[in-house]
């Protein structure tokens, strides 16, 4: 379960790229807490939690030092069956300096769609990966990790899915 004193990174505030790099080192260290696996990931991983919404984790691309991922929570959609993904982030995870990146975000049902962030846009990359930093913390605290549910992790009700 979470623990703030577990998770007590550094407070960040918005600043300048030195700033925005502990950022990511921060990101990856929670998204590691919640897919402790992620270098050997493969398919689509959900992590379940009682009185929580299933949280998605997608493996869009792989090299050798990086992975592309998608994560997100899915809504039915009133009007159709189809699903919304919301928030949808686009995260560029790098193995190698242990940092993970927000690529691209839809927030707010869609409303706000960065995609394909420019280098020189410090202030969109600094509210893209607050918000990640914030939303894996809010992860984390409601229980949500994707390990795999044969390996025996107490409390889990995960599914591992894959291609």
């Avoid at 991983?45 to 792989?62: K, M, P, Y």
């Avoid at 993904?85 to 691209?104: I, T």
């Avoid at 607050?130 to 949500?144: A, M, S, V």
């Amino acid at each position: 379960m979470y623990s703030p004193r577990q998770y007590a990174f550094e407070a960040v505030k918005p600043g300048g790229y030195a700033s925005l790099m502990d950022l990511y080192e921060n990101n990856y260290l929670r998204l590691r807490k919640l897919h402790p696996e992620l270098m050997a990931f493969n398919g689509e991983a959900v992590s379940q939690r009682e009185g929580c919404l299933d949280l998605h984790i997608e493996l869009l691309e792989r090299s050798r030092y990086t992975s592309t991922c998608r994560l997100t929570y899915y809504f039915a959609a009133e009007a159709t069956a189809e699903r919304v993904a919301e928030p949808d982030l686009c995260l560029c995870v790098y193995h190698d300096a242990a940092m993970v990146e927000v690529l691209a975000g839809h927030l707010k049902h869609g409303r706000e769609r960065l995609n394909h962030v420019p280098g020189e846009s410090l202030r969109v990359k600094w509210k893209l990966n607050r918000f990640l930093f914030r939303w894996l913390g809010y992860c984390l605290h409601l229980g949500h990790d994707f390990q795999r549910h044969e390996r025996g992790v107490a409390g889990s009700q995960n599914r591992v899915l894959s291609d």
